[in-house]
């Protein structure tokens, strides 16, 4: 059982790029999320999706763009990178909205230089 | 704002006891979870509370006062395999999950 997969691992990126960052996941969740995780903070939401073909904007939504065209994909993309988004990036998903607890991928860490 | 406070990092050794506090103020409150993660590695789901009290689980309990803003997650009979960052979060009245920093755990033999 898979669980939540991220691709790639990782990545180095010159700024201005683009690139799209993978999530699958195979235990039928409704709800997706893409965080952001940087040193000596929490993590913070960039964008999630509450089923297929929905997604939402998160605390931190600028500079990315998101796709759920499927139920078990979400599609996380950074149009024109910047140094400011290098980070680790969590693909989670979760049965529910309440008290579901979510499942994190093994993360993508992403360098902009 | 919205805020979640957890010391930056514990010391332990390994066989003892260790609690580590969270305390928060949240635009509303729809529960608290606890997760534990490894260097490198994803979160990984520990417990849940939403009402007051204590929950069990082995060698790992979670408490919770609403009225305090206040939880802590205690680890017993410490092993070395517990060294790693426990990161605590409340889901707030939008039930979104607002994180802390999380504490990094040290355990020493």
């Known amino acids: 059982n898979a669980g939540v997969t991220q691709t790639p691992k990782f990545r180095v990126l010159k700024t201005g790029q683009s690139m799209t960052l993978l999530c699958a996941q195979d235990m039928n969740h409704e709800y997706m999320y893409w965080y952001r995780q940087d040193p000596g903070m929490g993590l913070r939401l960039i964008h999630y999706?509450?089923?297929?073909?929905?997604?939402a904007k998160g605390e931190v939504p600028d500079g990315y763009n998101v796709s759920r065209l499927k139920k078990q994909n979400f599609l996380l993309g950074l149009e024109s990178a910047a140094p400011s988004q290098t980070s680790v990036y969590f693909c989670?998903?979760?049965?529910?909205?309440?008290?579901?607890?979510?499942?994190f991928g093994d993360g993508t860490r992403l360098s902009i230089l | 704002g919205q805020n979640i406070d957890q010391p930056t990092e514990m010391t332990a050794t390994e066989g003892a006891i260790v609690q580590i506090n969270c305390t928060y103020q949240?635009?509303?409150?729809?529960?608290l979870f606890w997760y534990q993660q490894h260097a490198g590695e994803a979160p990984t789901f520990l417990s849940y509370n939403v009402l007051d009290g204590l929950e069990e689980k082995g060698r790992f309990s979670s408490f919770l006062s609403r009225s305090k803003g206040y939880s802590y997650l205690l680890l017993k009979e410490l092993q070395m395999k517990d060294s790693a960052s426990y990161l605590c979060a409340v889901m707030d009245s939008n039930y979104q999950l607002i994180w802390g920093a999380g504490t990094k755990l040290i355990i020493k033999p």
């Open positions: 949240t635009s509303g409150f729809n529960g």
């Open positions: 989670a998903s979760s049965a529910g909205y309440s008290n579901q607890p979510q499942h």
């Open positions: 999706s509450v089923g297929e073909g929905t997604t």
